[in-house]
C-alpha cells in the first residue's frame, strides 16, 4: 500500500520528527511504501483550509496518490470537534483512502470498530482543548486577581505626550520620542 505520513505540531518549538520517525518505522513494518511525510506547524483546531499540509493531503487523496494516511494520534490529526474530524475522514473513505492512527490502533478504517471509535475519540479530543482554554482562562484571571495588568503594556504615558506637545513638539517628534506612531499620539491628544 501506498502510504502518506502525516505529523501536527502545534508550535515551531515542538519537534514532529519525534512523531515521524516512529510512523516511518510502522509503515516499514507494516510494508507500506511511503511516498510523502507531510508536517504542519499549527494548532488542531485550524481548518484543512488554513493546514497547508492537510490541504496537500486531500488534494493527493482526490488525486489517488495514495492508499493509506497514518497519522500519530486523532489530536495530531484533527481538533476541529467531531463533526469536522468525522468530515475529514469520511472525505478519506470517499477518495477509498484508508487511515490509521499510530497510537490508537483501534482508530483505523483499516479494522472492524472504525465508526464506533472515531465518533468517541473525536469529542474527546475537543473536551481536551476545551479544558485547555479553560485552564489558560483560568490562569489569566489568577493574574488578574494577584494585580497585575494583562495585555501589551501602555507604550507611552499620556501626561507626557500632552506635556511634549504643550512644549510645542510635531506629532512626529512626540511619537519617536515616546516610541509610538503618529496615529497613538494623536488618538491620546484627541481624548
Request: aromatic share 8%; with cysteine; hydrophobic share 40%.
Amino acid at each position: 500500500m501506498r502510504c502518506v505520513i502525516y505529523g501536527r505540531v502545534s508550535t515551531d518549538k515542538q519537534e514532529a520528527e519525534n512523531q515521524i520517525n516512529q510512523l516511518k518505522e510502522y509503515a516499514a513494518r507494516q510494508q507500506w511504501n511511503v511516498v510523502e511525510v507531510i508536517t504542519d506547524v499549527c494548532s488542531g483546531g485550524k481548518s484543512a483550509a488554513e493546514r497547508a499540509g492537510l490541504n496537500k493531503i486531500f488534494k493527493m487523496a482526490h488525486q489517488k496518490q495514495f492508499d493509506v494516511l497514518l497519522f500519530w494520534s486523532l489530536d495530531r490529526f484533527s481538533r476541529e470537534g467531531s463533526r469536522k474530524t468525522l468530515e475529514y475522514l469520511t472525505r478519506l473513505d470517499d477518495y477509498r483512502v484508508k487511515w490509521h492512527s499510530y497510537t490508537e490502533e483501534y482508530i483505523s478504517s483499516l479494522g472492524i470498530f472504525a465508526d464506533a471509535i472515531i465518533s468517541i475519540m473525536a469529542a474527546l479530543a475537543k473536551q481536551e482543548r476545551i479544558r485547555i482554554s479553560e485552564r489558560t482562562k483560568a490562569g489569566l484571571e489568577r493574574v488578574k486577581r494577584s494585580g497585575k495588568t494583562l495585555g501589551r503594556p501602555q507604550q507611552a504615558d499620556t501626561d507626557k505626550v500632552k506635556l511634549l506637545r504643550e512644549q510645542g513638539l510635531s506629532l512626529a517628534a512626540i511619537a519617536k520620542e515616546c516610541g509610538i506612531s503618529k496615529t497613538r499620539v494623536h488618538q491620546i491628544l484627541a481624548a
